[in-house]
């Protein structure tokens, strides 16, 4: 059996096979693995893929309502996906789907006087 994630049930075509890079946080949930391929035509699709082999990776991405949590930020390729189509954003073969936790915050600057 293929180590690839299937979202091809019923379809005549084999959906794209993309590559989800991870962050630190979701490898106890992956057993270590930084990536992880899987099939879907849409990110969404893909995100489901996910689901199936590590669960619990959509309750630490989505909302209850099943958007993306704010402090998550999702790319295809280079692009983030909140600038294309969200989840419905359309995945091709080769594609690499980026989870990326948004990073808060800022430094202060602080004014030396002198005497």
């Excluded at 890079?21 to 699709?45: I, S, Y």
């Excluded at 909302?63 to 295809?76: F, L």
């Excluded at 800022?106 to 030396?112: F, I, Q, Y």
Aim: glycine letters at 8%; aromatic letters at 4%.
């Amino acid at each position: 059996m293929s180590d690839v994630v299937s979202q091809t049930v019923g379809k005549s075509l084999p959906a794209p096979v993309v590559t989800i890079k991870l962050p630190a946080a979701f490898h106890v949930l992956t057993g270590g693995r930084r990536q992880l391929p899987a099939e879907g035509d849409t990110v969404r699709e893909v995100l489901a893929a996910l689901e199936r082999v590590c669960p619990g990776a959509q309750e630490r991405l989505m909302d209850q309502e099943g958007a993306v949590k704010r402090y998550v930020n999702i790319y295809r390729n280079d692009s983030d996906i909140r600038c294309l189509d969200g989840l419905e954003t359309k995945v091709a073969d080769n594609d690499v789907i980026w989870i990326v936790p948004a990073v808060a915050g800022g430094s202060e600057t602080v004014r030396v006087q002198e005497a």
